[in-house]
């Protein structure tokens, strides 16, 4: 895999267009790929999740080959949606943004079909195309691919989820023979194997990152709570992170528009994305989430498909889908090019079985994490708001004012100023988790007691450095724990049916990782998790006043 843009052999008008992109090394797929598509022939199928920079990855070799003498079409691109359509004809008209003359022409349905015949009509060098419309367009003989030196299917497990097939087949049909064909997907089900053995040349199989896998740079979490505190929950990890930016993933159109209309009526900056909406509604909901006015987009599978929005701080499963191939697709929407993402399930107590399994599609572990208490929220909305005080921008129109500002605040000490500021914006936050239950419910009842038990017990076998010293009926004190680690005294133990795995996911919810935890001690009343010096205090100072299981955390460390 090549790793420097300037090694991939890509001529100085591309690589100077990447650059004022801001990508400063190719992802993974493009070091792969690119220097394939340049400097070898042959067809290819490439594994690669959504967000990889797989659109640079076969786009950039695409505009290298282009012959901008021969006005035909030479270069085809289907993908399933119309927004990315316009987001792959958007990429690539940037990265030619120092070709002269290249034609670039997406066609795509829910749109006017006149308009985009006249675009055709004055020459496209590059199609990008939804199946449906170019089908269409090629029988009103709009479009001609009867020359194409280049298809690309992209995204093409999501073009026959969407039900492509027919039309695949018969633009396929008429696609010449003498081309290079390339297939993206996320995934590599039956029916993408046997479009890749129809109408493909001995295709080389690429996999970047693993097969089925998710992306390594998404955490994926579960908040586990009562059927009818779901939409609680979701308003509590919204407000415990004041700076969403997410998508919020329903089963149905119905529940998407419910969602989004008790949002929007609690006072967040949310709305709906689904197939009942218009295109122009669509469209409009789309600008707005792009431009951050709003900070929740709540979305069907379908109607997310193709939305490329690099810097989503969380995917949220409101229901888990019914396909694990689908979780693949949500938690793909973050964590994108080199960035961190965060996948979150809210589930019922029913629901444990399908993490489970997705866990093992997807070769990762979720962890559990504790909804958020009132004061946890309360706390990290205050220091939201005091960031935001800190860091305003002082513009000199507020000098002329200050007569009366002084006026109005004469004789308010700084103390009480700065807790009536507050108050003011926070009031609020105060009213609505003054009677805030504990959402959270325990992990296990007898049965799941004794399956997490076995699990945990795998876990010491596959090598994990955590050693369970078995649970004590009475309270006492711990045994040595190991060098350079140090007990830290949580005030829960057996009697609220906390398990090893339990302490692991709190750490981690702290930031504090696997490795930083040796041994952990239960007893009845109290449990003792050995911490790596270097986190100890910190790992105090995080939990000590934090609620977890409706109970109320004090942290000590035994040194
Ligand atoms: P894609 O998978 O093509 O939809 O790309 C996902 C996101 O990554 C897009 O916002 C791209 O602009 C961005 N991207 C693609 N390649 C790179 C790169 N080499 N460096 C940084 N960002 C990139």
């Keep these: 895999m090549v790793s420097d843009f300037l090694e991939l052999g890509l001529s100085t008008e591309i690589l100077n267009a990447v650059a004022e992109l801001g990508f400063e090394k190719p992802t993974p797929v493009q070091g792969t790929v690119i220097p394939k598509l340049l400097v070898e022939d042959g067809d290819i ?103 194409i030196r280049t298809l690309i299917l992209d995204e093409a497990d999501e073009m026959l989820n969407m039900g492509f097939k027919d039309e695949l087949d018969a633009i396929l049909a008429q696609a ?31 996999t970047v990152g693993q097969r089925n896998a998710g992306s390594d740079n998404v955490e994926h979490y579960y908040y586990m709570v009562k059927e009818e505190d779901r939409y609680s929950a979701l308003k509590r990890i919204a407000d415990f992170n004041p700076d969403i930016y997410a998508i919020v993933f329903c089963k149905t159109r119905e529940e998407t528009q419910k969602i989004a209309d008790a949002l929007q009526k609690d006072g967040y900056d949310a709305d709906a994305l689904h ?37 989503l701080t969380h995917v ?14 949500r938690s793909g929407r973050t964590g994108r090019a080199d960035k961190k993402g965060v996948s979150i399930a809210i589930i019922n107590q029913r629901e444990r079985g399908k993490i489970r399994r997705i866990e093992a599609v997807i070769k990762k572990q979720f962890t559990r994490l504790p909804v958020p208490g009132a004061r946890e929220i309360c706390e990290r909305q205050l220091v939201h708001l005091i960031n935001g005080i800190n860091n305003v921008d002082v513009r000199d129109d507020i000098y002329s004012f200050m007569p009366v500002i002084n006026e109005l605040w004469d004789g308010i000490s700084r103390e009480d100023l700065v807790k ?46 955590t050693a369970v010293k078995g649970r004590k009926a009475n309270d006492g004190n711990p045994g040595d724990c190991e060098k350079g680690y140090v007990w830290l005294r949580l005030n829960m133990g057996y009697k609220n049916r906390v398990i090893p795995r339990d302490i692991i996911s709190i750490m981690k919810a702290c930031g504090i990782g696997k490795k930083a935890v040796g041994k952990i001690e239960i007893f009845n009343e109290f449990l ?29 460390l035994l040194r």
């Design 176 to 206: 010449p023979e003498q081309r290079r064909s390339l297939l993206f997907s996320a995934t590599l089900p039956k029916e993408v194997e046997e479009i890749a053995r129809s109408y493909m040349k001995n295709p080389e199989v690429v």
């Design 45 to 147: 199928v490439c594994l690669a999740q959504t967000g990889t920079g797989k659109t640079a990855a076969f786009g950039l070799p695409a505009l290298e080959y282009l012959d901008r003498t021969n006005p035909r079409t030479q270069i085809l691109i289907l993908c399933p949606t119309r927004e990315l359509c316009r987001q792959i004809s958007q990429d690539l008209t940037n990265y030619s943004k120092y070709l002269d003359g290249i034609r670039i022409v997406s066609v795509y349905g829910g749109a006017n079909i006149t308009g985009q015949m006249k675009d055709l009509k004055r020459g496209a060098h590059i199609i990008v195309a939804t199946p449906g419309r170019l089908l269409d367009l090629m029988k009103r003989e709009a479009a001609d691919i009867s020359d």
């Design 528 to 556: 003792y998790v050995a911490l790596k010096e270097s986190v100890a205090d910190y790992a105090k100072s995080q939990l000590n006043g934090a609620t977890y299981d409706r109970r109320r955390l004090s942290a000590s």
């Design 275 to 311: 197939g009942d909406l218009s295109q122009a509604q669509r469209d409009h909901v789309m600008e707005r989430f792009k431009r951050h006015a709003l900070h929740m987009l709540v979305a069907t599978d379908v109607a997310a498909r193709g939305i490329d929005v690099s810097d």
């Design 316 to 329: 949220i499963n409101y229901n888990l889908p019914q396909e694990i191939e689908l979780y693949t697709h």
């Design 420 to 465: 009536k500021i507050l108050s003011y914006e926070f009031n609020r936050f105060f009213d609505y988790y003054r009677k805030a239950k504990d959402l959270n419910i325990p992990e296990k009842e007898k049965k799941d007691r004794r399956k997490s038990s076995v699990r945990d017990s795998e876990d010491a076998a596959s090598g994990d450095n």
